[in-house]
């Protein structure tokens, strides 16, 4: 695994709606958790496995269209590859790995825009 897909810290603010990831090479990522939710990687969410994979993924996560407002009720972290967010809706089988968290990374000019 790069060295660079691993995090150094992890913030989620639940108040103003987000999740943060300061990252190993240096970059600080802010993911709007609604938009998290909709680039959710589980076969559920993507429709089946035929969608599973990289040329499946989002290319910009704040173009995704949420369908409601979410937060997440909790966050584990899946031994040293991965973050479980479990969804106000329920939802709790997505694994975000540090390789998918990291593609999905929006510069702070993107975030201030949503």
Known sequence: MNLSYRPTAITLNKTEGYLEIAW???A??????SHLRE????VECRGGHQYMGREF????????????SY?????ERVG???LQPI????????LYTWE???????????????
């Open 57 to 68: 993924d989002p290319t910009d996560i704040l173009k995704l269209i949420p369908k409601r």
């Open 100 to 114: 998918y968290l990291r593609r999905l990374c929006a510069t702070e000019k993107d975030v201030n825009a949503v």
């Open 71 to 75: 937060t997440i009720t909790g966050l």
């Open 80 to 82: 040293n590859y991965a």
């Open 28 to 33: 600080a990522c802010r993911y709007p958790l």
């Open 87 to 94: 969804w106000d809706d329920g939802h709790a089988t997505g």
């Open 24 to 26: 190993a090479d240096g």
């Open 39 to 42: 680039a959710c990687p589980c």
